[in-house]
Structure formats: structure tokens, C-alpha cells
């Protein structure tokens, strides 16, 4: 963002294309995204290039904190041994503390010789290290320095108040103060003494503004520097430390702590962000790059309470339609971090192994069974989830239920294009999650909003929803005709086995089946011939080329119709809602031949059963049914 080495990095909270950054020893600059211009607004322009620290009158550490307004992008402080506070974007800079250092003048020589001069500024001392704003209460901020000094004020910087732990190991740094998002005066911090040979962990915390401290290391390994604290947004009193040796959790605001209970490196870490919508966990390490743990709510969720349960459903968070694309185009590009999944993730614990029954291994289905219904109880969709002893996990990528599959003939392969499998997107709304398993069932709710990068009209998404519902529902009734057709050809071309008959046209060898012989023949040969007006056998589906040897049947312009409603966030054209009506006016006849054909069937069912031979499986009549909860 802004060259150097690069220190801290701060995105405007109230907008994120403005993004405050500094190099070494305060150079910071803020940097527009929508404009692409960078300016530099450093406060003071002297350094240790030029005089010894001691003589300067600000002093910038090699890694200068800053924090933002949470409201005002333009608001912005950064730490030197006192605060800098700009209203408008770095412009102008005024004082808003004293020194909040221990300003120990010994303490503030250049470094280096005899030879020469070390002049980076990476050894300045006495220096502000971490800067919060409370989130509780903006008028609450915190600072520490890295000689051990912590200050807080509650009036916006006018008054300052030491409020440094006593018992706290003296000059050593203090590297991170996080801020309860619960409660204005409590916070906790860490000291980092690894400089001065101390490599113990020292976690505090306070809950009076400073006025008494706790120390909470207590249960953390002794040989491992404490870098950073920070309180999960969504659960008081839930913190996660990161040490020399990786993550620890404490559910009890640090009176306990346990090893963080997924698989992670031992390795530094040095900053933690929780982003409280999506429950998730950022991580950054010293070395091994950064890393983001997908909503860690069942972590936070998870007791021995939950792990006695034969069924435990964790609360799943509000999930967004995200619109994905592929950076890289068609080919091979640099490598990208996956994304997270795509959808509502529904974490659920299991005491003991489910296996899959001999029927659900046909079916290929997982034993936990899922319902997703809209808010008026009206079904959205079924699926099946795993069903190992502990965690389990499910996305359900926020669709309806496909349409049904034919039963016969090999399926064409889903493309990057086209999956005709593929339901439509539900509109944003509430929808219920109910978990069955282990012989109970247990229901949860999420929330399912639009893409928040983009501004949509939620009544355009509903109309996109109910048009690719109808469109799913008519190709339904169509599949769901030509498997009832299969299933009479596949019948009727059978019976001459099953009776002794003959066959392709041959005299029975039993004349009591004769005529009920003719007219299975006669009956077949109108099955075939309308089941070959709708569904065209001559295509090789499960090879995509072959597609081009032939115009599309009935049965493929069907199959698309839930993919004519138009692009995310626009209502159909009219284009398309031409095509879809004109498509159902045509699905119609089709329907009504099949309800005339099906009249065929059930009268010679009749004469069937006269004859003592097998009937043909007739089933309810097939219709296109209307989209429901719209």
C-alpha cells in the first residue's frame, strides 16, 4: 500500500476504499482507492537522520500504530510518544496528549558506531506501540508504548490517565491492547519482554479502565512470547491469544485456557481480527503468512454440554449470495488462496458415527438428513449431510431443489456454463434448517441476504426467484412425464417375455394373450412415438460434442428455463419471459397428449387385469405446479 516495509495497514471502517498506511518511523499516508492517489500526511517531518532522538520533538517507532474512526473515514490518529489527531484525512494534525512514554532521555541515542551511525530508526525508543479506539465508546482510547507505559482516556484525548499494570515487567513492550467490544472499560493486553530475555507470556486484563489489572497468562505454555489478545465480538468474555506457539482460546475471559482446537502451525503470531458477521477468524503469523479460520462460532459454541448430545446444531450465521467469478479466466493462473464456502455452512456435532444404510448407499445419500423451508414453512430444499462421531459440516449453497432428473439415459456432465441439475437462488430472506439425525431433529434459522458489494433491489431478486421457480417446476412436469413414458415403453416392450408371447410382431405362443399382445404393441408404438416428439434418443448426453449433431429437443429447452431469468439482481427481460411463456404454452399441449395417452393406459390396465397379465404403474397426473411462498 505504501512501499518501505510496510507496517500497519488500516481501512477506513465507514469506507474502505480509504486506507491508511505507514512505513517505518510514522511515514504514513492515506491512499484512495476509488482515485488510486496516494498522499503522505506524516505529522512531523524531522528523524533520526538528522538528530539523536533525545533531540527531536516527536519520536516515531519503527512500527507506528494507527487507529480510525469507526464513523468518519476523514478522522484519523497515529502514535509517536504522543497521540496525532487529523480531521480531515491527515491535512492537519493537532497534539491530543501529553508524552505517554517513560521519555527516559538515556535511553534516546543514536545507535550504532563506532564505524558509523545506525540511522534507520528501527532502535528509537520511548515510542507509542499500540493506539485503540474503543468500540463501546469512541470516546474511550487506549495507547502503550514500548517501554512498557499504558495510558487510556474518556474524553476523546483530553485528559490522559496512566493506567499501566502494576507488576507488569518494566520496560518491556506493550505490543497489543484490545478493546472489549462489550464494555468501554475493559480491555486486555500483552507484554512482550522477549528483547530483554523474558520469553513468559504476560496477558492482562481489566474491567475499571485501568484502575486494577488481572493477570491471565495463567495456563498459557511459560516458553512462548504473548503478541497479541483480542475478545470475540460475538461472545463476552471468549479470547484468543496468539503466542511463539501458535493459538489458545479461553471461554472465560482468561481464566482457562486450552490449545486452539483446530490443526494450526506452531508458529509466531503476531495479530488476530475477528470479523463478528461471519463469525470468522483472521489470523496472522510471523513467517507462515496469514490465515483465515471460516466461523469459528462452534468453537466458541462448543462445551461438554454439547459434546453429551446425540445431536448438537450450532447457530449458522447470516449468509450472502456472493457473486464468484473466475480471476485466472480459462487457463492456469498464479496461485490464489480458496475462497470460503459458498452459502450457509451448518456445523453440527454427532456423539456417535451414523452408518449409511444399504438404500442411502443406492440413493447416494449421507444419513443426516436436511429440510430447508422459506419463513412460511412452504419447502425449499433437501439435502444430506455426513455423519462422522464430532464435527460435522454442510453447505447448503442458498438454492432451491433442483428440477427432477429423468430416470433413464446417461446425464450430461455439469459445465462451467450449464448444470441443468442446478436449483434456482432463493430470494434474501429468513429460511429454517432442520437437522435430523440420531432419531431427533433439531431446527435453525439463517438469514440470507444479497450480495453486500452490490446495491439490489430485493423485490427485482424475488421476481428473478419466482420466474426461475416456474421455470424449475415446468421442467419437472416434463421429466416427470417422460419417466412415467419410459417407464410404460420399458413395461410394454417386456410383456412378450413375460407372457411367452412373441415377439417383434411374432404370433403368441399363447393365444390368450393375442390381443392383449396387439394392443401393448399398439400402445407401445404411441408411447415411443410421443415420448420421441419430447426426449430425442439419437443424442449421446454424456457426450457434450454430440449436442452439435442435432437441434435440441423439447426436453433441453425445458431444462433451461431456470437459466433464462436473467442476470443477478435484474428482473427477467422481456426476451426471456417471451421464452418461458412460450415454452409453457408448448409443455402444456405435451402435458395434455400425456393426459389423453394416460387415459390409453389406465383402460388398458383394465383389460390387462382381465387377462391376467402385468399392468403398467400409473401414477398421479402430471401438472406444472405454481411457485409457492412468492
Do not use: C
Amino acid at each position: 500500500m505504501i512501499g518501505g516495509d510496510g507496517e500497519w495497514i488500516v481501512p477506513a471502517p465507514s469506507d474502505p476504499n480509504i486506507i491508511y498506511a505507514d512505513s517505518q518511523n510514522g511515514n504514513i499516508s492515506r491512499f484512495d482507492r476509488k482515485t488510486k492517489l496516494s498522499r503522505s500526511i506524516r505529522p512531523y517531518l524531522a528523524g533520526v537522520g538528522e538528530m539523536a532522538p533525545s533531540e527531536l520533538k516527536y519520536r516515531f517507532n519503527w512500527t507506528s500504530p494507527i487507529a480510525v474512526s469507526a464513523t468518519n473515514a476523514e478522522e484519523v490518529y497515529i502514535g509517536g510518544n504522543v497521540v496525532f489527531k487529523s480531521t480531515d484525512g491527515g491535512l492537519h494534525w493537532s497534539v491530543i496528549s501529553p508524552d505517554l512514554t517513560r521519555n527516559d532521555k538515556g535511553k534516546q541515542k543514536a545507535s550504532g558506531g563506532p564505524i558509523h551511525l545506525d540511522l534507520s530508526g528501527a532502535e528509537t525508543y520511548d515510542t507509542l506501540l499500540s493506539l485503540v479506539i474503543s468500540t463501546a465508546d469512541p470516546k474511550v482510547m487506549w495507547a502503550g508504548s514500548d517501554d512498557g507505559m499504558v495510558h487510556v482516556t474518556r474524553d476523546g484525548g483530553g485528559t490522559w490517565t496512566n493506567a499501566s499494570p502494576k507488576g507488569a515487567p518494566e520496560w518491556s513492550r506493550v505490543y497489543q491492547i484490545d478493546a472489549s467490544p462489550f464494555d468501554a472499560g475493559t480491555a486486555q493486553l500483552v507484554y512482550d519482554g522477549h528483547m530483554l530475555g523474558d520469553r513468559r507470556p504476560h496477558v492482562y486484563r481489566t474491567t475499571d479502565f485501568g484502575k486494577t489489572w488481572t493477570s491471565i497468562s495463567r495456563g498459557l505454555p511459560d516458553d512462548g512470547t504473548a503478541y497479541v489478545v483480542r475478545e470475540d465480538p460475538n461472545r463476552k468474555g471468549f479470547l484468543v491469544v496468539g503466542t511463539d506457539n501458535g493459538l489458545h482460546v479461553s471461554s472465560d475471559a482468561g481464566a482457562n485456557w486450552k490449545k486452539f482446537p483446530v490443526e494450526f502451525p506452531v508458529v509466531p503470531v503476531w495479530d488476530l481480527k475477528f470479523v463478528k458477521s461471519t463469525h470468522d477468524l483472521v489470523v496472522a503469523s510471523h513467517g507462515r503468512g496469514m490465515y483465515v479460520f471460516d466461523n469459528i462460532g462452534p468453537i466458541v459454541e462448543m462445551d461438554a454440554g454439547v459434546q453429551g448430545k446425540n445431536l448438537h446444531v450450532f447457530g449458522v450465521p447470516a449468509a450472502s449470495q456472493w457473486q464468484i467469478w473466475n480471476r485466472g479466466g480459462f487457463g492456469v493462473g498464479a496461485w490464489t488462496a480458496p475462497n470460503p464456502p459458498n452459502g450457509a455452512v451448518i456445523d453440527y456435532w454427532l456423539k456417535k458415527e451414523i452408518k449409511q444404510t444399504e438404500e442411502q448407499k443406492k440413493l447416494k445419500r449421507e444419513p443426516v438428513k436436511i429440510v430447508v423451508t422459506d419463513s412460511a414453512g412452504n419447502p425449499v430444499t433437501t439435502e444430506y449431510g455426513p455423519a462422522k462421531a464430532g464435527m460435522n459440516r454442510h453447505v447448503w449453497g442458498l438454492r432451491y431443489e433442483g428440477a427432477k432428473k429423468v430416470s433413464f439415459g446417461k446425464e450430461a456432465p455439469p459445465s462451467d456454463f450449464f448444470d441443468p441439475n442446478r436449483g434456482p437462488d432463493v430470494p434474501p430472506g429468513t429460511y429454517r434448517i432442520a437437522v435430523t439425525a440420531a432419531g431427533e431433529t433439531v431446527t435453525k434459522e439463517v438469514v440470507v441476504g444479497p450480495d453486500p458489494r452490490m446495491k439490489v433491489d430485493a423485490e427485482v431478486l424475488k421476481a428473478r426467484a419466482k420466474a426461475a421457480v416456474e421455470g424449475r417446476n415446468m421442467a419437472t412436469a416434463v421429466n416427470e412425464m417422460l419417466n412415467q413414458l419410459d417407464g410404460w415403453e420399458t413395461s410394454l416392450t417386456a410383456l412378450p417375455k413375460i407372457v411367452g408371447g412373441g415377439e417383434d410382431g411374432e404370433p403368441a405362443k399363447t393365444k390368450k394373450y393375442e390381443a392383449q399382445l396387439k394392443a401393448a404393441r399398439d400402445l407401445n408404438k404411441k408411447v415411443k412415438d410421443f415420448k420421441d416428439k419430447v426426449y430425442s434418443r439419437d443424442i449421446q448426453r454424456d457426450t457434450p460434442s454430440d449436442t452439435l449433431h442435432f437441434h435440441s429437443d423439447f426436453q433441453a429447452k425445458a431444462s433451461r428455463l431456470g437459466f433464462l431469468t436473467g442476470a443477478y439482481g435484474e428482473a427477467p427481460r422481456d426476451v426471456a419471459k417471451e421464452e418461458l411463456a412460450s415454452i409453457r404454452k408448448e409443455a402444456e399441449g405435451f402435458l395434455g397428449q400425456f393426459s389423453a395417452l394416460r387415459n390409453e393406459v389406465i383402460a388398458y390396465n383394465k383389460t390387462a387385469v382381465e387377462q391376467g397379465v402385468p399392468t403398467l404403474f400409473v401414477g398421479d397426473p402430471v401438472t406444472i405446479q405454481a411457485p409457492a411462498g412468492f
